[in-house]
């Protein structure tokens, strides 16, 4: 290789490196710690109206990641590049008038092995909030969201065990499959019902066959 092709080399290993190392922080922070951040410290950091909330999440993450603008390029560098452009306040009526959430009310309901319930998010714990943001220099930028307020979304257990959820972002992830769907429709698993319901609105569907092998979860659906 030249010298022009080293030096490429040597920048895209640094990014993987980068990528890895922030993911890593993320799975930590997602699995061990995601109510570290509560409203009281971001109305601390923002109640002088100097920097907005999510100027606030950054710093409180900086800090929790033991990271510091001041120490050097590389710690800088995740700050701005990686922290920054993830973290964003995220809208509940984005979630709450869709037409799901808006007309199919969950109870908590209880069937054998099998429970329908409502859980939630409380006000600024981490969610995934999207597929990974792609930079055009290879840099991985997880997205996390935050609510300022409780958001509940239902949940179905079996054997206390989280089968399906429909947070933000399964809802999200559903939105392209649902816009393609038309004519006569199959899908496997009926989960929470989501995808059945949200198809069957659509002019273009003939149709929507469920294909579940459970009895149960039909029934406490």
């Known amino acids: 290789m030249n010298y022009?092709?080293?030096?490429?080399?040597k920048r895209l290993a640094e990014t993987v490196s980068r990528n890895c190392r922030i993911t890593q922080m993320y799975?930590?922070?997602?699995?061990r710690f995601p109510e570290l951040i509560t409203a009281e410290?971001?109305?601390?950091?923002?109640?002088?109206?100097?920097?907005?909330?999510?100027?606030?999440?950054?710093?409180?993450?900086?800090?929790?990641?033991?990271?510091?603008?001041?120490?050097?390029?590389?710690?800088?560098?995740?700050?701005?590049?990686?922290?920054t452009p993830s973290v964003r306040m995220m809208d509940p009526s984005r979630y709450t008038e869709n037409?799901?959430?808006?007309?199919?009310?969950?109870?908590?309901?209880?069937?054998g092995d099998w429970e329908l319930r409502l859980e939630s998010y409380e006000p600024y714990r981490a969610v995934i909030a999207g597929d990974m943001i792609m930079g055009e220099d290879y840099t991985e930028v997880p997205p996390l969201g935050f609510f300022a307020e409780r958001f509940d979304f239902p949940a179905v257990l079996e054997g206390g065990n989280e089968w399906?959820?429909?947070?933000?972002?399964?809802?999200?992830?559903?939105?392209?499959?649902?816009?393609?769907?038309?004519?006569?429709?199959?899908?496997?698993?009926?989960?929470?019902g989501y995808y059945a319901y949200m198809v069957?609105?659509?002019?273009?569907?003939?149709?929507?066959?469920?294909?579940?092998?459970?009895?149960?979860?039909?029934r406490l659906f």
């Not at 799975?27 to 699995?31: D, G, K, P, Q, V």
């Not at 609105?201 to 066959?209: A, L, N, P, W």
């Open 41 to 83: 410290m971001v109305d601390t950091l923002t109640e002088d109206g100097v920097i907005t909330r999510e100027e606030a999440i950054v710093a409180i993450l900086s800090e929790a990641f033991g990271l510091d603008m001041d120490r050097g390029v590389e710690d800088r560098r995740i700050i701005m590049d990686y922290l």
């Open 4 to 9: 022009s092709d080293t030096q490429k080399m």
């Open 200 to 218: 069957a609105r659509k002019d273009e569907v003939e149709s929507i066959t469920v294909v579940e092998k459970s009895a149960d979860v039909i």
């Open 164 to 192: 399906m959820t429909l947070t933000p972002v399964d809802l999200d992830t559903c939105d392209e499959a649902i816009e393609a769907a038309r004519g006569k429709v199959v899908t496997f698993g009926l989960g929470l």
């Open 27 to 31: 799975a930590t922070y997602l699995e």
């Open 99 to 111: 037409p799901y959430y808006k007309n199919v009310k969950i109870e908590n309901v209880t069937d």
